[in-house]
């Protein structure tokens, strides 16, 4: 199935089908709901215009903690910008290898849209190569990488692929430089080529109850009362985290709603 851009704002890609899927219904998530984030969000969005607008911009990396907000911005980028133009498709990691078809189909699109190839927690494990194609949509070959896409990704690991400390013992100073091992070296490689790389931490109480008080935003609730439900709701999970936060809002507004 050939999607139809101007309809539709994303798509999923289907390997059984080896097919775009385009997306019926999104995730509504908007900018002003993610709290505690605002460096990180800022430089995204930036980082978006300018790719929307045709100007320099760079593949993206966000890395860190999980439900700390990651995806989340990523989706929200596409909800404030679909009108300029931007479309999204999201690519699980097993599915990298049809990135260059991908690509390819992209190529037909209409030259008024721009693309973000969404990669979810992106990772990859020891003696793994399906990495290898992301390198044609990073940093290309002897065909240049498409200027009209760019790739976002998130990772609970920094450098993508695992990292033993005897790769680290093996890397050494010479001639005043630091020269990695060659497994170590491939592996920095890999995130080196994503020129934005934005970190995300746990979110401490204060953003916590932030991102708690912005969900329920405009129902009467008494502030004291919600802070303790959530608090007590979070220790039960063991986390603090603005994903917990949203599940929270939805046992808690089940529950208000009787």
Request: charged share 25%; net charge neutral; aromatic share 10%.
């Given at each position: 199935?050939?999607?139809?851009?101007?309809?539709?704002?994303?798509?999923?890609?289907?390997?059984?089908?080896?097919?775009?899927?385009?997306?019926?219904?999104?995730?509504?998530?908007?900018?002003?709901?993610?709290?505690?984030?605002?460096?990180?969000?800022?430089?995204?969005?930036?980082?978006?215009?300018?790719?929307?607008?045709?100007?320099?911009?760079?593949?993206?990396?966000?890395?860190?903690?999980?439900?700390?907000?990651?995806?989340?911005?990523?989706?929200?980028?596409?909800?404030?910008?679909a009108s300029d133009g931007l479309r999204m498709l999201q690519l699980d990691k097993?599915?990298?290898?049809?990135?260059?078809?991908?690509l390819d189909s992209l190529e037909e699109a209409d030259n008024q849209f721009r693309?973000?190839?969404?990669?979810?927690?992106?990772?990859?494990?020891?003696?793994?190569?399906?990495?290898?194609?992301?390198?044609?949509?990073?940093?290309?070959?002897?065909?240049?990488?498409?200027?009209?896409?760019?790739?976002?990704?998130?990772?609970?690991?920094?450098?993508?692929l695992p990292e033993k400390r005897s790769e680290n013992q093996l890397s050494g100073?010479?001639?005043?430089?630091?020269?990695?091992?060659?497994?170590?070296?491939?592996?920095?490689?890999?995130?080196?080529?994503?020129?934005?790389?934005?970190?995300?931490?746990?979110?401490?109480?204060?953003?916590?109850?932030?991102?708690?008080?912005?969900?329920?935003?405009?129902?009467?609730?008494?502030?004291?009362?919600?802070?303790?439900?959530?608090?007590?709701?979070?220790?039960?999970?063991?986390?603090?985290?603005?994903?917990?936060?949203?599940?929270?809002?939805?046992?808690?507004?089940?529950?208000?709603?009787?």
């Open positions: 199935m050939r999607v139809d851009w101007h309809q539709y704002y994303a798509a999923v890609w289907r390997s059984h089908s080896q097919k775009l899927k385009p997306v019926e219904r999104l995730d509504p998530v908007r900018l002003a709901e993610l709290k505690g984030i605002d460096k990180q969000k800022q430089a995204l969005l930036d980082n978006t215009r300018h790719f929307i607008q045709g100007k320099t911009s760079n593949h993206a990396m966000l890395w860190g903690a999980r439900g700390t907000g990651k995806s989340s911005l990523i989706k929200a980028m596409l909800n404030e910008m097993d599915e990298v290898g049809h990135l260059p078809e991908i693309f973000v190839v969404f990669c979810d927690d992106l990772s990859f494990e020891e003696g793994e190569s399906t990495y290898k194609p992301l390198k044609s949509l990073l940093e290309g070959g002897l065909e240049l990488p498409p200027e009209h896409v760019r790739l976002y990704a998130t990772s609970n690991r920094r450098h993508l100073l010479v001639d005043g430089e630091v020269h990695y091992a060659d497994s170590l070296e491939d592996k920095l490689a890999l995130s080196d080529r994503f020129g934005l790389n934005l970190s995300f931490y746990p979110a401490n109480w204060e953003n916590y109850f932030a991102i708690v008080e912005s969900l329920f935003a405009g129902l009467e609730i008494d502030q004291q009362q919600l802070h303790e439900a959530a608090r007590l709701y979070a220790m039960g999970r063991g986390s603090h985290s603005g994903r917990t936060a949203k599940q929270f809002y939805q046992y808690y507004r089940a529950r208000i709603s009787g």
